[in-house]
């Protein structure tokens, strides 16, 4: 009785079970022999056929487009995403990826995003005066907003201590 096997099924049947294979040395030796040969002609996609019982098998390829398929659609994935992301983040808007970019939509939607994190939460950052709870005879107290950071503050982080905190 003759059964085809791949190597891949082969390699988990020798490995999935602790019992001894039901493949014989001699069978074995003549698949690692196939499959050095086959690594030196650059098959990588084999099946092998094998006689149960004797100590004879055969190998024959199988088509590559099994391999190639996900890796042309990949690359074709990385390329044109590349070529989008290139659109979006180009400084020229006459370049070709600019403009497919913004035809399609992509650069208006990254815009879209990109305001949320530029743009201040609120549209008035200082209380309007008079405030509720403060008589309305009190005048309107000046406010000074100094960042401090880098110039009389300076904070730093390290994986030992976290964050630090020098104050002048």
Not at 16 to 27: H, L, Y
Not at 43 to 64: D, I, P
Not at 130 to 154: A, I, K, S
Request: aromatic residues 6%; proline residues 6%; hydrophobic residues 35%.
């Amino acid at each position: 009785m003759i059964r085809s096997i791949t190597l891949l099924q082969l390699r988990s049947r020798a490995f999935s079970s602790s019992k001894s294979s039901s493949i014989s040395r001699e069978a074995r030796a003549q698949l690692r022999a196939n499959r050095k040969a086959a690594l030196k002609k650059g098959e990588s996609n084999s099946t092998v056929s094998s006689a149960s019982g004797s100590g004879s098998a055969s190998s024959t390829t199988t088509s590559n487009t099994t391999k190639l398929l996900p890796r042309v659609l990949g690359g074709a994935l990385l390329v044109s995403s590349s070529v989008l992301f290139w659109g979006i983040v180009s400084p020229s808007q006459d370049s070709i990826p600019s403009k497919l970019a913004s035809t399609i939509g992509l650069t208006s939607i990254w815009n879209y995003f990109a305001e949320g994190f530029n743009k201040p939460h609120r549209d008035i950052l200082l209380p309007n005066w008079p405030m509720p709870n403060v008589p309305q005879d009190l005048p309107c107290p000046h406010t000074l907003v100094l960042d401090l950071e880098g110039t009389l503050v300076n904070s730093s982080w390290t994986k030992r201590y976290g964050w630090r905190h020098a104050k002048r």
